[in-house]
């Protein structure tokens, strides 16, 4: 394969990248319906104390996400990546200087 093919390969695979992650929906603050009247939340303290409140209630996210599936996937393509490099480089051999 020639190296202007292989450089066009490379410029269509990181586009079509791009592209994919045009679409992928970002993790804005506020919800869709920003501008609606939320109930203003409870007070966290006792009920003599007074705290700031914002006017917004947060969801209840229970006791907690489980990451252990994102980083044994992330390891492994972590890994997998690393190979790819490392068998590229041999690959290539060793390059006389000019």
Do not use: C, K, Q
């Given at each position: 394969?020639?190296?202007?093919?292989?450089?066009?390969?490379?410029?269509?695979?990181?586009?079509?990248?791009?592209?994919?992650?045009?679409?992928?929906?970002?993790?804005?603050?506020?919800g869709?319906?920003?501008?609606?009247?939320?109930?203003?939340?409870a007070p966290?303290?006792?009920?003599?104390?007074?705290g700031p409140?914002?006017?917004?209630r947060?969801?209840?996210?229970g006791?907690?996400?489980?990451?252990?599936?994102?980083?044994?996937g992330?390891?492994?393509?972590?890994?997998?990546?690393a190979?790819f490099?490392?068998y590229s480089?041999?690959?290539?051999g060793?390059?006389s200087?000019?």
């Open positions: 394969m020639s190296v202007a093919r292989r450089t066009l390969l490379t410029a269509t695979a990181s586009g079509t990248l791009l592209a994919a992650l045009w679409f992928v929906p970002s993790a804005n603050a506020t869709e319906h920003a501008g609606r009247d939320v109930p203003a939340a966290a303290h006792g009920a003599g104390e007074a409140t914002s006017g917004l947060l969801a209840d996210t006791p907690g996400l489980d990451t252990t599936p994102y980083l044994i992330g390891t492994a393509l972590l890994g997998i990546g190979g490099v490392t480089v041999r690959r290539s060793p390059r200087a000019h």
